[in-house]
């Protein structure tokens, strides 16, 4: 009775091993299937910025851009995979303080405050601000705004700029936390104009051709889009290192001809 006994609790025992090997191999790689091996990465976004970031419901709903396309690419080549996670605009940063997303690629300018709480790569892109408004406003030129009311995107570099603007210019500054709210305020009256990034801006242009815009002259060249990261992030460098390739070899002209010159 007792070798009977013996007998059963060393199945019990191989059993329990089993399970416990089982449960430990599961737990071990971020990815799925064949890439298992990789570590998923999360991307915060803000997917209302086409052609950075956007989705294009007439063929899914995954978000796609340029920006994924580098983040993607720069992940490959460092043996990452990426998971992208659409958030408001002004959420981004507060996401990588509290480590609920590992980088941000949203056309993010690295402003002197915003290095103060996150870290960048050097600029992929620079782009230029435009006044979009309705045609016929008669809006043309900055001085047309006093007595008008502006849109701007919540926590973007345009919203630092029109506060810059109304040092000179008496309007009324508001913000929304999309870019299509700022399209539909104008249409709707709601607001005169908005300022938007200029390739984002022309690609409403296309889709509406009630639209109209100028670009504001600027006395110096702007910052740019730069991808951010955690304070202290060993991806800055690693990010930054494989940026700086592909600025090198031309697959940076290479996204940005396949995002840009089309549009």
Not at 53 to 75: H, N, P, Q, R, T
Not at 123 to 131: D, F
Not at 231 to 251: H, P, Q, R, Y
Request: proline share 2%.
């Amino acid at each position: 009775m007792k070798k009977v006994i013996m007998f059963a609790l060393s199945i019990l025992l191989v059993g329990v091993l089993a399970a416990c090997g089982t449960s430990e191999e599961a737990s071990t790689g971020s990815g799925s299937g064949e890439n298992s091996d990789k570590k998923v990465l999360t991307m915060g976004t803000s997917a209302d910025y086409p052609p950075f970031e956007y989705v294009d419901s007439a063929k899914g709903e995954e978000i796609i851009g340029f920006d994924v396309d580098l983040a993607k690419a720069i992940a490959e080549k460092l043996g990452y995979e990426i998971q992208v996670k659409d958030m408001d605009f002004n959420g981004l940063i507060p996401a990588l303080e509290t480590n609920q997303v590992d980088f941000v690629l949203s056309g993010m300018t690295p402003t002197e405050e915003r290095k103060q709480n996150v870290d960048f790569s050097d600029v992929y892109y620079t782009a230029s601000h435009m006044i979009v408004s309705k045609k016929g406003s008669g809006i043309e030129s900055l001085e047309d705004l006093n007595g008008k009311t502006l849109g701007v995107q919540l926590a973007s570099i345009q919203a630092d700029k029109a506060e810059e603007i109304g040092e000179t210019v008496d309007m009324k500054v508001e913000n929304r936390n999309r870019i299509p709210e700022l399209i539909q305020e104008i249409m709707a009256d709601r607001f005169d104009a908005a300022m938007i990034e200029d390739i984002v801006a022309k690609g409403y242009f296309e889709k509406n051709e009630d639209l109209a815009g100028f670009t504001i002259e600027e006395a110096e060249a702007e910052a740019g889009s730069a991808m951010a990261f955690p304070k202290g992030s060993e991806l800055t460098e690693k990010f930054n290192a494989e940026l700086v390739k592909m600025k090198e070899n031309g697959e940076l002209e290479d996204l940005i001809v396949k995002w840009f010159d089309n549009k």
